[in-house]
């Protein structure tokens, strides 16, 4: 559920996408040597064309001249691919492929190539001040673990897909931010402190569905700051110690409660002492001041009887 609705969040994708293809490629070390035995075979013809007669000469030197053209453009279609980096391959205006096997690799001369990064990358959103849902200041960053998946949308579907990503991040974390409160007051609502790992599978849902567009997988996402904001960081540290201090005092109640009960059941099972209704409300009232107080308590023998 999360997920679609982080969905449907992201940016509404063009109905008709340039998607990653695999290039026509050629082993680029063969072609190599074969540019080099061209290269070789040129300037052996063009000396032996200087010692011919001139019709021989000339028509050696025209081979000469192709053979050089020829390796020329074999050595203009060599590409390297490195690990990591994939090659666009772009003939006079359209979209031939993707070259990802890294190594010397032979393509057509005249394409173009474009380097992309296949890496993955890690990025932080800048730090952003954002009203909650309870409408409480709150200042929020987080990380964003990314890679290229695919090279033809990252090329052509936007401008610069580094930046769409940096935009687009910036803009989910903000949405994430203001659609769940810092902390929950009702059982069951999700909250930004308490269910941190619900909220970074959401945000990483939705920065994906927002990035698609650009060929980018989202790998991982976490927040690395989350704060309420300066103007109300003292009020709601004190809220926080008012509740603390609520729910210590609850617990201790509740455990002095049970010690009285254990206390007077064991003092009537085992026939110690019989009590009056009276006397068994003092007791608990001394037991519980003795129990629940901050401080200790000092002891009063009574020498008397109960009732002086």
């Avoid at 059941?265 to 085992?270: I, V």
Wanted: charged content about 20%; aromatic content about 4%; hydrophobic content about 45%.
């Amino acid at each position: 559920m999360a997920t679609q609705t982080a969905a449907a969040a992201g940016p509404q994708q063009p109905d008709q996408q340039v998607t990653e293809r695999e290039a026509r490629f050629l082993a680029g070390l063969p072609m190599l040597v074969a540019a080099i035995v061209g290269l070789l075979a040129g300037v052996a013809l063009a000396v032996v064309a200087s010692r011919q007669s001139h019709g021989v000469a000339v028509a050696l030197a025209v081979l000469c001249v192709l053979i050089f053209l020829a390796s020329a453009l074999v050595l203009g279609g060599l590409t390297p691919v490195v690990p990591g980096q994939a090659r666009v391959v772009q003939l006079f205006g359209r979209y031939r492929g993707t070259i990802r096997e890294s190594g010397l690799q032979w393509v057509n001369p005249f394409t173009r190539r474009i380097g992309v990064s296949t890496r993955i990358r890690n990025q932080e959103s800048a730090q952003a001040k954002v009203n909650d849902a309870d409408g409480n200041p709150i200042e929020i960053a987080a990380v964003v673990v990314w890679q290229v998946a695919d090279t033809a949308r990252a090329t052509y579907s936007v401008d610069d897909y580094t930046q769409f990503v940096t935009i687009q991040t910036e803009t989910a974390v903000r949405h994430i931010a203001s659609s769940y409160p810092y902390t929950s007051r009702r059982e069951g609502e999700l909250s930004l402190r308490d269910n941190a790992a619900e909220i970074t599978s959401t945000l990483s849902a939705e920065i994906g569905a927002r990035v698609a567009a650009a060929g980018v997988r989202i790998i991982e996402s976490r927040l690395t700051r989350l704060s309420y904001a300066a103007e109300i960081a003292q009020a709601m540290l004190r809220q926080q110690q008012a509740n603390a201090v609520v729910g210590a005092r609850q617990r201790i109640v509740e455990g002095a409660v049970g010690m009285v009960q254990l206390a007077l059941q064991r003092l009537q099972d085992a026939d110690v002492v019989e009590l009056d209704e009276e006397r068994k409300a003092t007791m608990v009232s001394n037991l519980l001041v003795v129990l629940c107080s901050e401080q200790a308590t000092q002891p009063v023998v009574n020498t008397g009887t109960l009732y002086q």
